[in-house]
């Protein structure tokens, strides 16, 4: 009995570390990546053994590389900060957007509700690039393109439709009994929105803003084509170092760890809201 | 005085009629219960009376005053809902000073009401408790304290009791008049449970079918009930029928049952020659272990004590059951049962019901005011 | 049709990371051949942990089981001679509900013919003949309930265990059903376990009621036993409907004579009981603090006695129940006549020497039945 136990006991680890294995590595190995130089990334075969070199990170924030061919600007702080500005006001303005219409969809039947909502969602099936020509061209046309505000428009289309569908199953998961108490008790439609309803699904409203912040920090096609360089995120910015003189695997490797670091200390510090809001609101919406 | 009066209310919810020109009034300090089996919308008159739904017609009045329109918040109603709907994220002592609070009461005086509504209600321990910290019967004291702390003039209880465990619901049933008298309000108690319905209404109310089948005391509609459904949804065990014909003969009307003759009193004259249900209340069939005038033989199959009470399961030689009931101490004679016992139907009590539609045929003379 | 003896039966839960559970505790108890057990207690006390030990459901921790002289614990759940009717019904979906009551007794290859009388009689006993060529999503709960309670009856087994198996029934139905099951059980002389947490279905199937709390059987008893003379406190409180009075008191002498002093809810002395004829040759009584309990029908209502005034005053159509507060103590009382008085009028009532109870503080032990001690004085 007690040796067939433990046998499973190893079988079960062992699957875990292969798991592990093969999500973690690449993380991993872009960590180590980003304290090489480009020799050392490209020798073959490839070693886990070298002389770290903080090269990379201090030409990301000096704005310089030397290269064998000349010095480069690199925009990476800029590039940071465009991040910053761009997925907290898309997700600001989501939620004041989103959370009350969410709350609509959950609480009233009104004609074609059901419809909104799922045309809605449906942006996030259509390919972005087949948008991305047409609006370019309008863009254009109402001045917007290459601006904050264009592109915090367009990001709505991935944070508006998440924070929708996983804050109105939450909406949904609140008697509303409770609510009417509360009215009947003398309080206002209002008062009841803001002391109720929102305090009591406010671990969803978490849940959403915080996926939504990653989906927006993550995007890369919009920001490609909607921005010009000043304007443009990390993700975007990493271009930079395909150069012509050749492709600078140690700093793209720097920038990715540099980029990650917020939405994974994020996602760390918020780990419990993150599950419950993936698996419980956005299944039940 | 009239404190909340409904006339001519109508829901539908698309082609479903919930319910169809109904009215009544209560007074304040009256208690009108609500009881009819599940569906029949119970709830959903709650709730148009709350403000919470709009009436497709008629109208209600607090005081006189027409309140179609107005917000729940403006109707001065209390509501007991039966999930408790208590708010998680406030203290128990939140919960209950809520509806002070939204009319600006000052603090002092919230603290006064709260720890005085909480001390009647056996809470004033738990203020300070979250809602999931408190046991089932807690958070239900809970939520009555919230609905009567202001006095309102309307309180309206979604079958409160229906989420607490036997004990707390003995002991709630007993206590709930003391505080609907102190609330001297007009009360709607809203119950699947006809004990609830008797013990706690002024006037019970059955809702059936979208409409009242009967609005009476509850005396009366125990006695005098409309309908067999009725006579059904009141008493346990639930009353006996059996199909019969009464006919007048040489000694009287008499109606044949269990293959016996038995006299009926005259004022079943109405039902003579129709076809007919006989409900015998299992309370006003006696049994003994003697023979006697007027008695038949029952073969007694199982005693199955109900409380303080005992149920005796009977069947004839024709295997017609029959349900008896006798104080649970006069049961100790008839042991295990499987034997033979004389059985006597107290045919002056029975209810007469036609067998097509249901409806009372004939009712026995109204019942006799108690000697005080 | 034949005895079954839990001996010494034990079950404890060893959970991950955390203490082991004792859910059943020592628990012993034997069946009559066709005697009907009710395993009474509220949840988590350990009665459907025991059900399903017997079924075969759950291992035995420690301890033995036996049907007739046989031990089963090692034995499968096909072959112990049980039938089980689950809480959750656990009907076969594909098949009609004539089918799932048939089913067992066609495997033992009884034929059709017979078994189709079987199914047609404890269907009409259950009242589900209108459904047996149904399938079970397509009916209610109550009907499943019946049709699972008839899949388990219809089979005589040597022991049939039924866990919950009235719980859903719709109300106009409790009490004609409850009479034929036990006269069916009664008449195929079927040992029969049905584990339930209401006191009220326990008491009108029950030959014997096992109560349990926790783990451990507090009384193992007839009915009319179990309410006469309760082993401790719980027993006394979780029996009865309503539930007996409970007052905190104490014994002591007024006059030369011996007295029960009662305490209000502040703690304040409210009137005393003589108990002059209790407990002093017949069983020993020591003066000091006790916990009174008192049945609520067995207070009468007098023209003379201690004066109460009405808080409560319901007539239910065969009995009153009424809340008198005496002198600060709030009594239920029960009586089967109709009362006049309402809320606020005065009530005289006599609390008779039989009505009462007494219990030891801290352990709840049961230290006299009024009762008892009225039968041996006389």
Redesign the interface.
Known sequence: MASKISGGAVLRAAARIIVLLFFLFPIFWVFLMSFQTNQQILRIPPSIFFTPTLENYTALFSGRLQTASGSLDIAFIKNLLNSIILSSCSVLIALILGVPAAYAFARFKFRLGENIAFTLLSFRFAPPLLVLVPLVAYFQMIGLSDTYIGLIWVYQLICLPLILWIVRGYFEDISPDIEHAYRVDGHSWAKTFFKIAIPLARPGIAAAALLSFIFAWNNFVFALILASADKQPVTVGALAFVTSAGIQYGIIAAAIVLSVTPTLLLALYAQRYLVEGLSLGAVKG | MTRLEIRNLSKSFGSLRLFHDVGFAVAAGETLALAGPSGGGKTILLRLIAGIMEPDEGSILIDGKDVGGVGPEARDVGVAFQNFALYPHMTAFENIASPLRARGTETARVKERVTEVAALLKIDHVLENQPRELSNGQKQRTALARALIRRPKVLLLDDPLRNVDAKLRYEMRLELPRLLAVADCAAIYVTQDYREAMGLGDLVGILRAGRFEQIAPPAEIYTRPRSVEIARLFGDPTINLLPCRPERTAEGLQVEIFGRPMPLPLHFAAAEGRDCLIGVRPEHVSVGLQNGPGSLPFELNAVTPLNVRAVLFLRDAAGTELLATCPEDDALAFGRGHHRVFVTIDTSRALLFDRENGQTLALPAAAQPLAA | MATLVLDHLNKIYKPRGRAPVKAVDDVNLASADGEIIGLLG?SGCGKTSTLRMIAGFEDVSSGTIRIGEQPIQQTAPARRGVAMAFEGYALYPPLKIEDNIGFALLRQRMPRAEVRKRVRDIAELLEIQPILERYPPTISAGQQQRASLARALVRRAPVSLLDEPMSQLE??????L???I??YL?AHQMTTVFVTH???EA???A?RIAVMEKGVLQQFAS??ELKERPANLFVA?FI????MNVVQAEIGTTRGARVVQLFDRAGEPSFTLPIGGLGQDQIPLAPGKVILGIR??RITLADQGLQGRI??N??????T???IEVNGIPL?V?T?R????R?GDNLAIEIPPRALHLFEPASGRALLHGGDAVRAAA
């Open positions: 509220s109300p106009q139905l409790r009490a004609i409850r009479a034929r036990k006269d009664a209401d006191q009220t008491i009108a199937l030959d009915p009319a409180s009865g409907e309503p539930p609520p029908h808080q409560s319901q007539w239910l159509g065969d009995q129940h009424l809340l239920t029960v089967h109709r009362i006049p008085g809320i």
